[in-house]
């Protein structure tokens, strides 16, 4: 097994698109590149951000191949591995490649609307299929169903190599609850950037972060300055992010840093359908925000 530090930033890496609608793998290495530099501790590859579903199977490969290519060796990274399909995920991760892989990132399963029990099972199928560290990542908003505080501690008590989980609830009294009970080698990571910083002040050792693709260096310190204790000089960046998180979400994500990306040269602004760009009136106030910050 390897072992993998996800203590600070993690960044969930977009998927660039050409206006054609092909996947732009160039901008994807400058963006990549540009994270690395910039105070991105890890990256996580294909989640939800990535608009994964949207993505062929040999799109996903070169996607994989290129980022390790870029990143070569110098921060982790972490691959978004999951489904409702208990079955088929074990598979992926019993004959898939993952040598260059430092951890997996796994969501509850969306949909089907398991029960708690189910959520265990499936789980603890995929602990089973492979020693990479491996990252719980309970998104109700999504899923449609949320891993309760004790769903999440029981997989996290029977599995050393089960690591950590990226708590995208918004439910800080259950998160508190896993901080609180959690054994010593699991860490609580945050899936929202909006909620990082009290997270951290509760516990949490860091965030898997949507905006750190356009301001690693910015959100960074933040996330670094919370976890050494400074909380005031954390806050001060915090507040000064407060409006453009909400303005990243407000059209959905990734429309929303996708915009900001564009504005700041990176990317076009394209997304696969069902997905789509956010308002023109949001693409205006986020270049308004950033001007300010």
Do not use: W
């Not at 996580?44 to 070169?62: F, S």
């Not at 979400?249 to 840093?257: F, Y």
């Not at 696969?272 to 925000?289: F, N």
Request: a negative charge; charged letters at 25%; proline letters at 5%.
């Amino acid at each position: 097994m390897i072992n993998i530090d996800l203590r600070g930033m993690g960044v969930a890496l977009v998927t660039p698109f050409k206006d054609d609608d092909s996947v732009d793998f160039e901008a994807l290495q400058k963006l990549v590149e540009y994270q690395v530099q910039n105070g991105a501790d890890y990256l996580a590859v294909l989640g939800t951000t990535a608009e994964t579903p949207t993505l062929a199977e040999e799109e996903k490969a070169e996607i994989v191949r290129r980022t390790v290519a870029q990143v070569r060796r110098r921060v982790p990274i972490v691959l978004g591995a999951g489904g409702n399909c208990t079955r088929e995920v074990v598979r992926k991760l019993e004959e898939d490649d993952f040598r260059d892989i430092d951890g997996i990132l796994s969501v509850v399963p969306y949909y089907n609307k398991p029960s708690q029990e189910g959520i265990y099972r499936h789980y603890k199928a995929i602990a089973e299929a492979t020693p990479k560290p491996l990252i719980l990542y309970n998104v109700p908003g999504r899923t449609g169903v949320n891993m309760t505080a004790e769903t999440t501690l029981r997989i996290a008590r029977e599995f050393e190599h089960v690591v950590a989980v990226k708590e995208a609830s918004g439910n800080i009294v259950q998160m508190d609850s896993i901080l609180k009970n959690k054994p010593q080698h699991f860490g609580v990571i945050s899936g929202d950037d909006s909620i990082t910083f009290p997270l951290i002040a509760l516990g949490a050792i860091g965030v898997i972060s949507v905006i750190g693709n356009a301001l690693p260096a910015e959100f960074s310190r933040m996330v670094r300055l919370a976890l050494s204790g400074d909380y005031e000089n954390a806050r001060a960046i915090h507040s000064r992010f407060i409006e453009l998180f909400e303005l990243l979400i407000v059209d959905g994500n990734p429309a929303g840093v996708k915009s900001l990306l564009h504005i700041l040269g990176f990317i076009e602004n394209r997304l696969r359908l069902p997905l789509v760009p956010t308002r023109i009136q949001t693409c205006e106030k986020i270049r308004e925000v950033l001007q300010r910050i």
